[in-house]
């Protein structure tokens, strides 16, 4: 019989990202652009170890924009299996709410990460972000839209 020390150090350990819809007044959805990779992303990035999704979500919106938002709601849940090189994992998207002017000019994008950030309608968001985004883009805009939070596996409701 092993310890349930040596039993939890065996169980195996999965990636984790969130991400954030927030709007602007006019409901477009911010966007960034990574230097490290091709297309855009919403705010957020990956789960460090001992960090909550909605902790490592605040601390990346801190790091890259210096914005603090306090009231983050869970929309989505996505599983995505392994794919070539990339392991499984989980990500989480959260709902932000709408930012005021005052806080869309007090953002400072930080550039060791970031090239650029926008605010875009829904269509042009599908054009520019990267495609494991946009496939749970739908859902993650009506679960925003009903109040709810949606599980989805690959982008997929199940």
Same mark, same amino acid.
């Given at each position: 019989? &092993?310890?349930?020390? +040596?039993?939890?150090?065996?169980?195996?350990?999965?990636?984790?990202?969130?991400?954030? &819809?927030?709007?602007?007044?006019?409901?477009?959805?911010? &966007?960034?652009?990574?230097? $490290?990779?091709?297309?855009?992303?919403?705010?957020?990035?990956?789960?460090?170890?001992?960090?909550? #999704?909605?902790?490592?979500?605040? /601390? %990346?919106?801190?790091? +890259?924009?210096?914005?603090?938002?306090?009231?983050?709601?869970?929309?989505?849940?996505? $599983?995505?299996?392994?794919?070539? $090189?990339? #392991? +499984?994992?989980?990500?989480?998207?959260?709902?932000?709410?709408?930012?005021?002017?005052?806080?869309?000019?007090?953002?400072?994008?930080?550039?060791?990460?970031?090239? +650029?950030?926008?605010?875009?309608?829904?269509?042009?968001?599908?054009?520019?972000?990267? #495609?494991?985004?946009?496939? /749970?883009?739908? %859902?993650?805009?009506?679960?925003?839209?009903?109040?709810?939070?949606? $599980?989805?596996?690959?982008?997929? %409701?199940?």
């Amino acid at each position: 019989m &092993i310890s349930p020390e +040596e039993f939890y150090q065996a169980l195996p350990t999965k990636r984790g990202a969130a991400g954030v &819809i927030l709007f602007n007044n006019k409901k477009q959805i911010l &966007i960034v652009k990574p230097n $490290y990779r091709d297309g855009w992303l919403l705010p957020g990035g990956s789960i460090d170890e001992n960090e909550s #999704p909605r902790q490592a979500l605040q /601390r %990346e919106i801190k790091e +890259e924009l210096d914005l603090h938002v306090d009231k983050l709601q869970l929309v989505c849940v996505d $599983y995505k299996v392994k794919h070539d $090189y990339k #392991p +499984e994992g989980y990500f989480f998207i959260f709902y932000g709410g709408k930012l005021s002017n005052k806080e869309i000019k007090s953002i400072t994008l930080q550039t060791d990460e970031l090239t +650029e950030m926008k605010f875009v309608d829904e269509t042009e968001a599908k054009g520019k972000l990267m #495609p494991g985004i946009v496939n /749970r883009l739908d %859902e993650v805009m009506s679960a925003i839209k009903n109040d709810k939070a949606v $599980y989805l596996e690959n982008g997929q %409701e199940v």
